[in-house]
């Protein structure tokens, strides 16, 4: 049987970036616009700087020390999202100035 990692004493910096992350997705899905957006993107980016005590097994290797991790999926998916709304604002924004 796998031996659980022990997260109790990790970095509480990264649960609180983690917590961040998941009320800026909330926001981001409830009111997308620039500010939640921009805040989601942020937020993404600092959890990429702290998440490396409860980041997981590396998915893709890059460098002998370097890597992509379970954990780096969480700005990838972001990035994603808010590249995904700001298509569907362009486009709803042509397809509207076609019908004036």
Same mark, same amino acid.
């Given at each position: ?9 990790? *970095?509480?910096?990264?649960?609180? =970036? ?15 616009? /620039?500010? %939640?957006?921009?805040? $989601? &993107?942020?937020? %993404? ?5 702290? *998440? ?5 097994? @590396?998915? =893709? =290797?890059?460098?002998? !020390?370097?890597?992509? @991790? ?5 700005? &990838? @998916?972001?990035?994603? $999202?808010?590249?995904?709304? !700001?298509?569907?604002? &362009?486009? /709803?924004?042509? /397809?509207?100035? !076609?019908? !004036?």
């Amino acid at each position: 049987m796998p031996v659980l990692h022990d997260i109790s004493h990790s *970095n509480p910096l990264a649960w609180s =970036v983690l917590l961040a992350w998941i009320a800026a997705l909330w926001w981001v899905r409830r009111r997308p616009g /620039a500010a %939640s957006q921009a805040a $989601l &993107l942020g937020i %993404s980016g600092l959890w990429l700087l702290v *998440n490396s005590p409860i980041e997981g097994p @590396t998915l =893709v =290797v890059l460098a002998r !020390r370097r890597g992509v @991790t379970v954990a780096d999926l969480l700005s &990838l @998916t972001s990035l994603g $999202l808010v590249m995904w709304q !700001r298509w569907r604002h &362009l486009s /709803a924004r042509k /397809a509207h100035q !076609r019908v !004036r």
